[in-house]
Every structure is written in structure tokens, then in C-alpha cells.
């Protein structure tokens, strides 16, 4: 089975342009979570997708956005970028995401860097 | 709420020897816990975890943790450390919903 992808690997935007991530999941994963991770701030949830509904969102600004179709791919949006929002963007699929015992497998990521 | 707390950012091991990462854990549920490895410009990757079916968990790449309720800790340990262990190192516990709440990270040197 194909793992998690991730695109673009790598971004560089300005200050007040926005940007969006896309994030395919493990064949038959139904949940999709974004994570920021930066080395201030570490990994940090920004929110998770199931069924195409946002199921859990993390304590992150209103421009920060994301949907999921109904092929379970998801993406992520950023609008009016900036500099602290360079970052790594990680994206985890899982199957359900409601068992308790589910595991959250992540891609590469993609490095967000605003200039 | 749970979170993790990961005692020591950075710890440096000689090749060959035991490797401990320390991962304590604070959850008002019983907890699911577990240990992510990430190697330079790429994604985490699961080393085990542990849903309360054994105490000791055995993971990929050697690596073991052992969950002690008494002390809320998941250590993380391998018997003899490789060169191609050195990366960051992860704990987490599931919260509510989907949502992983991560430690801050353990960087593992191996001195050769």
C-alpha cells in the first residue's frame, strides 16, 4: 500500500499571499489530521477531517481552513500568510479515527517557508 | 486532559550502547500511548504503541517501551544503539477524538 503523500515538498510564499497543501491518504483511510511543526512551538494539531466534516480543530486562527473530499484527499489552507507560519506541514491518515486504539501514519510533509 | 512530557531535548549515546528516551504521560483516561521517530526533511514514522493489551511493547528497529501505571511513564529503550538510530524522537498520547498531543521531542546523537 502507497503511504501518506504530500504536495508540494517545499513552498516559499510572501508575507499576505495565501497557499494551499494537498494530502492524500493510505488507500481506505477515511480520517485526515494537519499538524504544524515548528521548532518553537513543536507538533501542534491544527485539525482533523472525517467524511468530509471537520471532526476536531485544533487552537489555530481562522485563516487556517481545510477540507476533505469524498475520496478522502484533503487540503489545507493558509490565507494571508505570515512569517511565523513557516513551518513543516504534516498530514496523518488514519482508518476511522474514532477507535481509541487507531494509529495515525504521516507523510513527509510539506516545508512552508514565508518570506 | 493528556498531555506528554519528554525529559531531556537532547541525549547522545555511544554506538553499542543502551539507549533511554524518557516519555512521562498525564491523561485523566486510561491512556494510548506512542513513540514516533522522525529523520531529517521527512514525516514521523510509528515505532510502537501501547493500547492497553500488554505492558511491554515491542516495536520496529529493536526499540521496546514498557508503560508503568504507577509512575505514568513510557520509556522508550533499545539494548545497543546504531548509527542509523540518530533522529527525533516523539511521544505522544491520543486525546480526544483523533487529535495526538505530541512531546516536545528527543534528539538521539550516536557517537560512533
Known amino acids: 500500500k502507497a503511504g501518506v503523500t504530500q504536495t508540494p515538498r517545499y513552498l516559499i510564499k510572501t508575507r499576505g499571499q495565501q497557499v494551499t497543501l494537498s494530502c492524500s491518504p493510505i488507500s481506505g483511510h477515511r480520517s485526515v489530521s494537519w499538524y504544524q511543526q515548528t521548532p518553537g512551538q513543536g507538533l501542534q494539531f491544527l485539525f482533523e477531517?472525517?467524511?468530509?466534516?471537520?471532526?476536531n480543530k485544533g487552537n489555530f486562527p481562522g485563516r487556517f481552513s481545510g477540507r476533505q473530499f469524498s475520496n478522502s484527499r484533503s487540503e489545507m489552507n493558509v490565507s494571508t500568510l505570515e512569517l511565523g507560519d513557516s513551518a513543516l506541514y504534516l498530514c496523518?491518515?488514519?482508518?476511522?479515527?474514532?477507535?481509541?486504539?487507531?494509529?495515525?501514519?504521516f507523510g513527509p510533509g510539506t516545508r512552508l517557508t514565508v518570506l | 486532559a493528556q498531555s506528554v512530557t519528554q525529559l531531556g531535548s537532547h541525549v547522545s549515546v555511544s554506538e553499542g550502547a543502551l539507549v533511554l528516551l524518557r516519555c512521562n504521560y498525564s491523561?485523566?483516561?486510561?491512556?494510548?500511548l506512542f513513540w514516533y521517530v522522525q529523520y531529517p526533511n521527512q514525516g514521523l514514522q510509528l515505532l510502537l504503541k501501547y493500547t492497553s493489551a500488554a505492558t511491554l511493547v515491542k516495536g520496529i528497529n529493536g526499540f521496546e517501551a514498557e508503560f508503568k501505571k504507577s509512575e505514568t511513564s513510557f520509556h522508550l529503550t533499545k539494548p545497543s544503539a546504531h548509527m542509523s538510530d540518530a533522529a527525533e524522537y516523539f511521544c505522544?498520547?491520543?486525546?480526544?477524538?483523533?487529535?495526538?498531543?505530541f512531546g516536545t521531542g528527543t534528539s538521539l546523537t550516536v557517537i560512533p
Open positions: 491523561s485523566s483516561v486510561p491512556p494510548y
Open positions: 505522544a498520547v491520543r486525546g480526544r477524538g483523533n487529535q495526538f498531543y
Open positions: 477531517y472525517f467524511s468530509e466534516t471537520q471532526r
Open positions: 496523518a491518515s488514519s482508518l476511522e479515527g474514532d477507535s481509541r486504539t487507531d494509529t495515525q501514519y
